[in-house]
Each structure stands twice: as structure tokens, then as C-alpha cells.
């Protein structure tokens, strides 16, 4: 099983600032198999990025993906009010897939 | 436009089976390829993936899940199911089902439902 671990744990950040989150995988993930998740509190995650640097229909394009092997990142060029939330990376390549533990960002 | 919502009860006494079904809107789970799946998420915790199940009746379980999970399909089409058998407090968490992006078992889900809570305990 492939684990999946994110750095860091939590931020702290203000709306308008660029974050970058951090995603390492226990062994070799093509390029196209890993997802990114935003879970806002009390609802189901939601699909922002996948293929590592497709993003989803209708997210907005201040998200964006990249990476290889086994170190990817997700970037949010300028945070809005509504990006606090849960982020979650994903690795689809190997069953069964699994996720990282997530980052909070956090206001 | 495809929206999924999972059913259940919310209480279930440890060794007795946890039985959940998920109800699809705007496509049907017998045609089109996709793959329907169960995640789970443990109280205040990370996402663990449970298994699949595919229009053809092919299913695939989590290994540390396999001798206690059943995912079936309902000929209605518009259903699956979960049946964990012999649950513990450990199974305690939130259950979602969801749809693959892909019509492969390599795809990330682009469509989940809202989520149910599930508590073991008697």
C-alpha cells in the first residue's frame, strides 16, 4: 500500500496570501494518478485536481498542480474566504488508493 | 446531473452488520462504465477507501476490509450497497459513496454523496 503523507500538518494564513501544500508518497507516482480534495467542514471533499495538474471542472485557476515521482505539490495562487478548508492528496495508481492525512488551512 | 445519496441506519451494535445503501440520480450504475465506490472517514480523521463496484458485478475490497465487506449492485440500476459484517467501534465513522471520474479503477472520484455517520456502539 502506498502511504501518502502532507506537509504541513496546519497553517495560519490570511485571505489574498499564495499557499503551497505539500504531498510525498511512500513510492513512485505517475504523474497521472494523483488527485487533490478540499473538505470544508461538514461536507464531502471535493475534487480539485487530478492527473497532478488537471484541474476539475469549475474549480477556479488561482488552484493549481504540479509534481512527479513521488513529491507534489498543490498551490492556491490567493487564498479566498471560501478556500479554508481541509486539503487532501490522493494516489490512484496503485489498489487499494489512498490519501494523505490532509492540511488544514486555516484563517 | 449525477448526485448520489447514501441511506442507513446511524446506529449499529458492535458484532451486528452495518448495511448502507447508496441511491443514484441521473445516471444509472448498470450502464456507462464507471466505477461506484465507498470511502469512509473516521471522526475527525483521514479518508480511507473501502472498495468498488462495477456495472458487471466485479467488486474489489480494501485488503484490510476483504473478509468482512460485501458492495453489491441492485437490478433497479439506480443502487448500490455496503455490508460490513461483525463491526467494531473502530468502524465507528462518516461513509460516502462516490462515482470514479473514469471509466477505469485507476480514477479519482468526482462525485460524492453527502455523507452518512455511522456509530457502533450498544
Known amino acids: 500500500e502506498i502511504v501518502l503523507t502532507q506537509s504541513p500538518g496546519t497553517l495560519s494564513l490570511s485571505p489574498g496570501e499564495r499557499v503551497t501544500l505539500s504531498c510525498r508518497a511512500s513510492?513512485?507516482?505517475?504523474?497521472?494518478?494523483l488527485a487533490w480534495y478540499q473538505q470544508s467542514r461538514g461536507q464531502a471533499p471535493r475534487l480539485l485536481i487530478y492527473?497532478?495538474?488537471t484541474r476539475a471542472t469549475g474549480i477556479p485557476d488561482r488552484f493549481s498542480g504540479s509534481g512527479s515521482g513521488t513529491d507534489f505539490t498543490l498551490t492556491i495562487s490567493r487564498l479566498e474566504p471560501e478556500d479554508f478548508a481541509v486539503y487532501y492528496c490522493q494516489q490512484y495508481v496503485s489498489p487499494p488508493s489512498t490519501f494523505g492525512p490532509g492540511t488544514k488551512v486555516e484563517i | 446531473q449525477v448526485q448520489l445519496q447514501e441511506s442507513g441506519p446511524g446506529l449499529v451494535k458492535p458484532s451486528q452488520t452495518l448495511s448502507l445503501t447508496c441511491t443514484v440520480s441521473?445516471?444509472?450504475?448498470?450502464?456507462?462504465?464507471?466505477?461506484w465506490s465507498w470511502i469512509r472517514q473516521h471522526p475527525g480523521k483521514g479518508l480511507e477507501y473501502i472498495g468498488y463496484i462495477y456495472n458487471s458485478g466485479i467488486t474489489y475490497s480494501n485488503p484490510s476490509l476483504k473478509s468482512r465487506l460485501t458492495i453489491s449492485l441492485d437490478t433497479s440500476e439506480k443502487q448500490f450497497f455496503l455490508k460490513l459484517n461483525s463491526v467494531s467501534a473502530a468502524d465507528t465513522a462518516i461513509y460516502y459513496c462516490?462515482?470514479?471520474?473514469?471509466?477505469?479503477?485507476?480514477?479519482?472520484?468526482?462525485?460524492w454523496g453527502q455523507g452518512t455517520r455511522v456509530t457502533v456502539s450498544s
Open positions: 513510492q513512485i507516482v505517475g504523474s497521472s494518478y
Open positions: 462516490a462515482r470514479s471520474s473514469f471509466t477505469s479503477p485507476a480514477s479519482p472520484f468526482d462525485i
Open positions: 492527473g497532478t495538474s
Open positions: 441521473g445516471a444509472s450504475v448498470s450502464s456507462g462504465g464507471y466505477y
